[in-house]
């Protein structure tokens, strides 16, 4: 095998296809028929928007065994209020995530990039990267139970800063508080690891610019906002990309966890409302087309954004 | 002159230092916490629990939460489908997944662009849950044990995050093994792979993470039976059960020290030990994995 190969080498120049060519294409071909299947094939399955298959015992039945109905679907969810109210709490919840969300792991790294005991430091990034690797269940669970308005710490701690009293107990499971604590406790969770990448690109500068810096009298601030935060710009470029790109998306496992039916009015999101009324109540074709709507704006979203940052930075998102 | 602007200058960063230091001693403890949180509560006697208080001691020292939970069969089947989705679905990713990234690292290859367009649409753009659940029941996967392993035996993003570690390795040593005869294959298996042992690990801890975490695929594709049934399904139905039901094998003496809330605690703190344990690696390894993903988009 291995000196056949060696013999052909030469012979094998002339022509255009070598047996390297071959190997080469299968190895890469496994991905692209594994992709055709799980990705490109259900894809197809939009077609299900389009046909009149709500309600069939079987999902198969109902794209395979229904009639078209053009655009009836998307209609019928643009008129229906619930959908309204669940897209503005998509919406809403994924802006208050960009305004608060995506800048807190940045400002985070910022801090940690300041500490000059490199094991302070290593202790300060373990301990706040632990959360991500929880589940949602063991997270939300947690934050379930310490909810608890008799046995739970939070309103003790809101006793403590001033809100509520020893004797009306809040509870902040309810609709009122539910953004709040989405966006707490997705914090606490995700704020650790988020720095992870922006530390990375941070420890990738170069020593002799703070140095150069300090030589112009630059302060600690000035080097932050002159040399670090302009150098990981990059970096946070395309992060808020893909965070606009996902606008309509939540985390499914974080809202469905902390769900009950108290919130619901402002728990439901795009995800968690597609699960239901797809998957328990069973109306396939509004929820493919739902979702059809969901890929497509999404889709759309992400290429406004990209080549509004590639005008901006000259950078997109994969440009290799 | 000199000599007092250099005092501001150190005066300054020393209180910005201990303001930075506090503030970050107690995000660190705020994300910590929750933890200890329950880890009381799971040795806690359940009835002196429910009075309230208990933040930093455990309520009447007791095992009972752990004895109740750990009796339930039900938890022993999640175990044992979790541990092996995990270790089958992600042994068999990784094989999958580095085979396209080799293949994809090289310039050589054909229609590499086709390729990488069509592998990059899919990131951003799906056919949504229900034609998937479609598909799934098409091909016979709902409530089959191989719909944990077979559509995660590819992932995109993992194979970009391989494939531009393996562009990165020098092409000395892939042009010494093709004039020594090496096939493409050959040249993956006994070069390319054990140089990327780091990027391996980094991505096979990542996926055994996301498989361990993981309940959308229980509930959705299954029937959540005991051959199916996986530990955070079965955790959340046993935190948002309102009362545990336990099993008739346990003593009355232990069932008295127990609530349905402590004993949920308990079986969260069961549910964490093993990413508790492997924390050290992923630790030691997500650093790399972020900063090639990063590079790479």
Do not use: C
Request: glycine share 8%; charged share 15%.
């Amino acid at each position: 095998m291995n000196e056949s190969l060696i013999n052909k080498n030469g012979k094998y120049k002339s022509k255009k296809f070598k047996y390297r060519d071959f190997e080469l294409l299968w190895m890469a071909g496994i991905g692209v028929i594994f992709l055709l299947i799980f990705a490109y094939l259900p894809m197809g399955g939009i077609i299900l928007a389009f046909k009149d298959g709500d309600n069939q015992l079987n999902v198969l039945n109902a794209i395979f065994k229904t009639k078209f109905v053009g655009f009836t679907n998307f209609m019928n969810f643009i008129r229906d209020q619930r959908f309204v109210d669940v897209l503005l709490n998509t919406l809403g919840l994924n802006i208050i995530g960009l305004v608060i969300t995506f800048p807190a792991p940045i400002l985070f790294a910022l801090l940690l990039n300041e500490l000059k005991n490199k094991r302070f430091k290593k202790v300060v990034q373990s301990v706040s990267i632990f959360p991500h690797f929880l589940s949602w269940v063991v997270f939300g669970g947690i934050i379930i139970a310490m909810a608890d308005m008799t046995t739970g710490i939070i309103n003790p701690i809101m006793y403590f800063l001033g809100f509520g009293s020893r004797d009306n107990p809040i509870n902040v499971l309810t609709a009122e508080y539910f953004w709040t604590l989405v966006i707490v406790s997705g914090l606490v969770k995700g704020i650790g690891w988020g720095s992870v990448i922006y530390l990375a690109a941070m420890t990738a500068i170069d020593r002799v610019l703070y140095e150069a810096a300090e030589i112009d009298g630059a302060g600690r601030f000035a080097k932050m906002l002159h040399i670090t935060v302009p150098l990981i710009m990059p970096t946070i470029t395309i992060y808020i990309l893909l965070q606009i790109s996902n606008l309509l998306s939540n985390s499914f496992k974080q809202f469905y966890m902390l769900q009950n039916a108290t919130n619901l009015s402002r728990s439901e999101v795009l995800s968690t409302y597609i699960y239901k009324t797809g998957i328990i109540q069973r109306r396939y074709s509004y929820t493919a087309a739902l979702g059809f709507f969901e890929s497509v704006t999404g889709f759309i979203l992400l290429i406004g954004a990209n080549s509004i940052a590639k005008k901006v930075s000259g950078r997109g998102i994969y440009s290799e | 002159m000199t000599n007092t602007l250099k005092m501001r200058n150190n005066n300054k960063p020393k209180l910005f230092n201990i303001i930075n230091g506090t503030l970050l001693i107690l995000f660190s403890l705020i994300t910590i916490y929750p933890m200890f949180y329950v880890l009381i509560g799971a040795f806690s006697h359940g009835d002196a629990y429910s009075a309230g208080g208990a933040w930093l001691f455990p309520r009447q020292f007791t095992l009972s939460n752990f004895i109740v939970i750990l009796s339930d069969d039900m938890l022993w089947y999640a175990f044992r489908n979790t541990i092996m989705k995990t270790v089958i679905g992600t042994g068999l990713s990784l094989i999958f997944t580095s085979i396209v990234a080799y293949a994809m690292s090289r310039k050589k290859l054909k229609f590499r662009k086709t390729i990488r367009a069509i592998s990059l649409f899919t990131m951003f753009f799906s056919g949504g849950l229900i034609p998937y659940f479609v598909l799934i029941n098409y091909m016979g996967l709902y409530d089959n044990f191989l719909v944990y392993i077979i559509p995660s035996l590819y992932s995109v993003y993992n194979m970009i995050i391989l494939s531009s570690f393996f562009a990165g390795i020098p092409n000395d040593l892939h042009e010494a093994a093709e004039i020594d005869g090496a096939s493409e294959f050959y040249i993956y298996r006994k070069i390319y792979m054990p140089l990327a042992k780091p990027a391996l690990a980094t991505i096979a801890l990542w996926s055994a993470v996301g498989h361990w975490n993981s309940y959308f695929s229980t509930m959705i594709y299954s029937n959540a039976g005991k051959k199916m049934i996986t530990l955070q399904y079965y955790l959340m139905g046993v935190i948002n059960q309102a009362n545990y039901t336990i099993g008739d094998n346990i003593s009355p003496g232990i069932i008295e020290e127990v609530t349905s809330t402590t004993v949920s605690y308990a079986a969260i703190i069961i549910a964490t030990i093993p990413i508790l344990l492997i924390y050290p690696f992923l630790q030691k390894y997500f650093t790399f994995g972020i900063q090639e993903g990063a590079s790479k988009g």
